[in-house]
């Protein structure tokens, strides 16, 4: 079967091109890939090459295919997974494989295997590992976007606390607690506040900080206070940079007391510095942007480490129970990953724009890969749509959804929009 494919060839260097895929092995299951939500991380990979620690070394001769926030069709079933999966079940795949110690992943090292292409081959490891999960929603994108979400999830999870006299780590936020996320109206913080205010493990107090004005009036249309309210949640909204003492000031919000969790959304030293100073007794500090800088650091206060004590770790990625339970709150409308969603474009605008992804304004971005359009912000679907029919049709429909994609907007896309070839 032939498949149309962004591969990875050199530093910078990407192909969009068709090739041929070898048949399936009866270990091995052949899939559509309808989706791919496009990550930093695969801009990370994309300008290091073959010095990042997922990317082969031969990949001038043998290109890897990009994408691993992706989301399809299940098309043929190899003989041994048939009790398993059929054709045409609904797929996502957690990416984070490690499977026995390699590092090789979807979207950075396998050449007939990744997110941004028409048609891959899922190879055994995936299988054994159960990571080729069934998905019972009515989108694609939720299934793409449940990767990001599983790393959310995954970081709530990993939080931790501890009580004075025992050696025990008490994993997750702390229930009913006093939460801050810094940098937290970007598309991972967004997708953190839905999750904080719907999952059965909820803070009593949640602040949210960011530089930009612009992504904290988006985040509080998005998550209006009366109905975090409902949910048992104080939630507030702060620009730093508009407070005479910052650090004051979102100590006030706990009256004095600090945060038992404080998340940082952005590898910047001095949001490292502020979350640490804003920690509560045995306060948990959760690192969770990874940065590209091998030799980021920042201060902390050991002292209080040693006294008080707070604590500091970071999380990277989920597991395939926070991407099960990202499904499952998708699949039953507790949780929203369109929040995080804010440009949408075919696999012809993918290069482009894992190039340029530092410099795109906005939240994450989504490429279909059976689609020819560019990568186009939700916001501006308005004002195309005053000469192109199809986005006119588009803006309607996600104007009746608060703004947001939806699965509406997915399915007249699909149906409507140039397709390849």
Request: glycine fraction near 10%; include cysteine.
């Amino acid at each position: 079967m032939k498949t149309e494919a962004v591969r990875l060839y050199d530093v910078k260097t990407m192909k969009l091109e068709t090739f041929e895929l070898p048949e399936i092995k009866k270990d091995e299951i052949l899939v559509k890939v309808v989706s791919n939500s496009i990550c930093m991380s695969t801009y990370k990979a994309v300008i290091q090459g073959s010095k990042h620690k997922r990317v082969p070394e031969n990949i001038a001769t043998n290109p890897t295919i990009m994408g691993h926030e992706f989301s399809g069709e299940i098309i043929e079933v190899g003989e041994e997974w048939k009790d398993q999966f059929s054709p045409g079940d609904k797929y996502a795949i957690q990416p984070a494989l490690n499977y026995k110690g390699s590092p090789y992943a979807p979207g950075y090292s396998f050449e007939f295997f990744g997110g941004l292409t028409t048609y891959c081959v899922v190879p055994r490891e995936v299988m054994e590992l159960g990571f080729l999960l069934k998905y019972d929603g009515e989108s694609y994108y939720e299934a793409s976007l449940s990767e990001p979400m599983s790393c959310i999830i995954g970081g709530f999870h990993s939080n931790y606390h501890t009580k004075t006299g025992e050696y025990f780590h008490y994993m997750g936020i702390k229930e009913g607690g006093k939460m801050v996320l810094f940098a937290g109206a970007g598309p991972m913080g967004l997708g953190a506040i839905d999750y904080a205010l719907n999952c059965d493990r909820r803070p009593g107090l949640l602040v949210v900080t960011d530089i930009n004005d612009e992504r904290l009036e988006r985040a509080r249309k998005l998550f209006p206070k009366e109905e975090a309210r409902k949910n048992g949640v104080e939630l507030h909204f702060v620009n730093p940079n508009n407070m005479e003492d910052s650090i004051k000031g979102l100590m006030d919000y706990t009256d004095g007391t600090g945060y038992d969790d404080a998340f940082v959304y952005a590898p910047v030293r001095p949001i490292v510095e502020d979350a640490d100073k804003v920690l509560a007794k045995d306060g948990c500090m959760n690192f969770f942007a990874g940065p590209s800088n091998t030799a980021f650091s920042a201060e902390i206060n050991f002292y209080n480490i040693h006294y008080t004590p707070t604590h500091i770790m970071g999380s990277t990625g989920g597991n395939a129970d926070d991407m099960i339970e990202s499904l499952e709150m998708s699949s039953k409308g507790l949780i929203n990953p369109a929040v995080m969603l804010t440009h949408v474009g075919g696999i012809n605008s993918a290069i482009d724009t894992i190039l340029d992804l530092p410099n795109i304004p906005g939240g994450k971005k989504i490429a279909y890969n059976e689609i020819d359009m560019p990568m186009t912000a939700i916001e501006d679907f308005a004002e195309l749509g005053k000469t192109d029919p199809l986005f006119k049709e588009l803006a309607a429909i996600v104007d009746k959804h608060n703004g947001l994609w939806n699965a509406e907007a997915e399915k007249y896309l699909l149906q409507n929009g140039k397709k390849r070839g």
